[in-house]
């Protein structure tokens, strides 16, 4: 019963908000793309070159990350549920990815200034 009752304090101690991985500060150069089920979000994200971007896993199903970004390629592997994967991206451009289990049905974009 003790743990049953940590569990509980560590849920409600998250409740405000702050853990929200969708939440992006613009100034603290580093962003977070959500990857669940056949979708990223969000879609389209714009960041300043030298920004590291977090992809964190959710959802039920398997998905990656697959894309180049500039000189840089991006091969995640295929995470279920969760996983993270931070890559700094330093290549000025709109580069495309998508996801390697889901093709373009499951795609998004990085405009790097
Ligand atoms: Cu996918």
Aim: proline share 5%; net charge neutral; aromatic share 6%.
């Amino acid at each position: 019963m003790a743990a049953v009752a940590a569990a509980a304090l560590l849920v409600g101690a998250c409740g405000g908000g702050s853990h929200t991985p969708a939440a992006v500060s613009p100034g603290n150069l580093s962003f977070v793309v959500r990857v669940s089920d056949n979708v990223f979000t969000p879609k389209a994200l714009t960041v300043p070159s030298g920004t590291s971007v977090t992809w964190v896993w959710s959802g039920k199903n398997k998905h990656s990350v697959v894309g180049t970004f500039g000189s840089q390629d991006v091969h995640s592997p295929t995470h279920q549920g969760s996983g993270e994967l931070s890559v700094t991206l330093h290549t000025p451009g709109t580069w495309e990815y998508e996801c390697g289990v889901h093709g373009k049905a499951m795609s998004a974009s990085i405009t790097v200034n």
